[in-house]
């Protein structure tokens, strides 16, 4: 590597090349930062540093043919030629240099997590092939770039999203040797339109049907799950399945939630589990204080409100707990009172659904479903189902409103009856409305109030 130390962003804190943090304060910083540089230069520069008297400078030799470098003090020479080394050193960095360094900034200082930067590998080198990440960055080129991103979006034939993650990426790369590493002058990437490339990749969607439980099927497999629990003594996922159909919650936020979250206003969701998993170790699970969509900006999370479906789960889990002499922070803990990983919830969720047929088998799907088998027929403004759901407005309209098949019938029902309303004005205002939602899941009232959705608990 050609620097011994890097700058993590913080002027105290110093990034080692072997992974190490040393975080220094004040005087011990600066001492630390030319101890360091005046170490480096001993170890690169072979001529001579003397202190030319007669001029009263310090003086060195660089470069072939050689030039003479002065600077009033010795530090100011140091300086110099410490920049010096590192930027040509730099210099010659391949794009999978300049990743690899990006990636440890990322780990060390932004606080990412091992599993983010596995992705973002894995992401990266879908698309960008050896021979392109061997290139030197410095002599990329947005028409060089361009046309190797229109070749390999042809011949890949990926998603859509899987070419935005890899170009996202590399713009970051880019966008290090620029502002980091300071070895090129600007980000070609940034002035590449990826409009023109979209074209070349595999457009097809999925179906609603493929991305949503009917609410038949969301019946039959809460009645799995019940089956399957009168087997077992304490069934701690089979409730925290059907906690997660009844509340659309992220599968990482159901491990960590706490007693003490289940409040007046609803059941406060604002932490998530996390599960970092490095090659040759252990996989580590931590409770993070924030959900998914407030990892930037936290804001206390969400509340949803305690329906009757929710809160006979949530007392039938207390009781059982009760009756086996469990005691934990944790509402759905194992019998020993410790919290469970979440990757356990997926693999038995993944295997129920597969046994029961289905080609959904993820936790997501509950989520989408409630949003538009519950929420939408029940009128509830975006904003609210968003809120329900954490995550934003464009989301919830973009991604988690569907409509299966089936529901097409319904549809027709209601455009017939209109025509024939409008077709007979003297037929009563009631009878637009005979049709009802014979297939809603039954959301159940808000507990201890008149007023099914007060609004005062969605904070909008």
């Known amino acids: ?199 070349n990749c595999d457009l097809s969607m999925k179906s609603s049907d493929e991305k949503i439980f009917t609410e038949d099927e969301i019946s039959r497999i809460k009645d799995r799950i019940r089956e399957e629990m009168a087997g077992r003594t304490y069934d701690f996922i089979g409730y925290a399945m059907l906690f997660s159909i009844a509340t659309g919650v992220r599968v990482g936020e159901i491990p960590v939630l706490k007693w003490e979250d289940i409040t007046d206003k609803g059941v406060h969701i604002h932490r998530q589990q996390r599960s970092t998993k490095v090659k040759g170790q252990k996989k580590t699970l931590e409770e993070l204080p924030f959900t998914k969509n407030e990892r930037r900006h936290p804001k206390d999370g969400r509340y949803f409100p305690i329906t009757d479906e929710i809160d006979a789960i949530l007392e039938e889990v207390r009781a059982k707990q009760k009756e086996l002499g469990i005691e934990s922070e944790y509402i759905f803990c194992r019998e020993d009172g410790t919290w469970f990983d979440k990757d356990i919830y997926a693999q038995r969720l993944r295997r129920l659904c597969e046994r029961m047929g289905y080609n959904i088998t993820n936790n997501h799907a509950f989520r989408m479903s409630i949003n538009s088998n519950v929420f939408i027929p029940l009128g509830l403004p975006v904003t609210q189902r968003a809120y329900l759901l954490g995550h934003s407005v464009e989301t919830n309209e973009r991604f988690y409103s569907h409509m299966k098949t089936e529901s097409l019938v319904d549809l027709k029902d209601v455009l017939n009856r209109a025509c024939q309303t409008n077709a007979a004005p003297d037929v009563q205002n009631e009878s637009i409305h005979t049709h009802t939602h014979t297939k809603i899941v039954n959301f159940g009232q808000i507990k201890n109030s008149e007023t099914p959705m007060n609004t005062r608990h969605f904070g909008i």
């Open 1 to 199: 590597m050609a620097n011994e130390w890097l700058e993590s962003g913080s002027t105290s804190s110093y990034v080692m090349l072997d992974g190490s943090i040393i975080s220094l304060d004040g005087d011990e910083t600066r001492k630390f930062r030319e101890m360091v540089k005046e170490k480096y230069v001993a170890t690169n520069h072979k001529r001579k540093i003397t202190f030319v008297e007669s001029r009263d400078l310090w003086r060195t030799f660089v470069g072939n043919p050689r030039k003479e470098v002065t600077r009033k003090t010795k530090k100011a020479l140091i300086d110099y030629l410490y920049d010096y080394y590192v930027k040509d050193s730099l210099s010659d960095s391949t794009v999978m240099d300049v990743f690899n360094r990006r990636q440890e900034y990322r780990r060390n200082s932004l606080n990412r997590s091992a599993s983010t930067i596995d992705r973002d590998r894995q992401a990266f080198i879908r698309v960008f092939d050896e021979e392109f990440c061997n290139m030197k960055i410095k002599c990329l080129t947005d028409e060089l770039i361009s046309a190797y991103i229109n070749m390999r979006s042809r011949s890949l034939h990926i998603k859509e999203r899987a070419l935005q993650d890899a170009v996202r990426i590399l713009n970051g790369v880019f966008d290090y040797a620029m502002k980091k590493d300071k070895i090129i002058m600007d980000n070609p990437v940034s002035r590449i339109d990826m409009d023109n490339y979209y074209q």
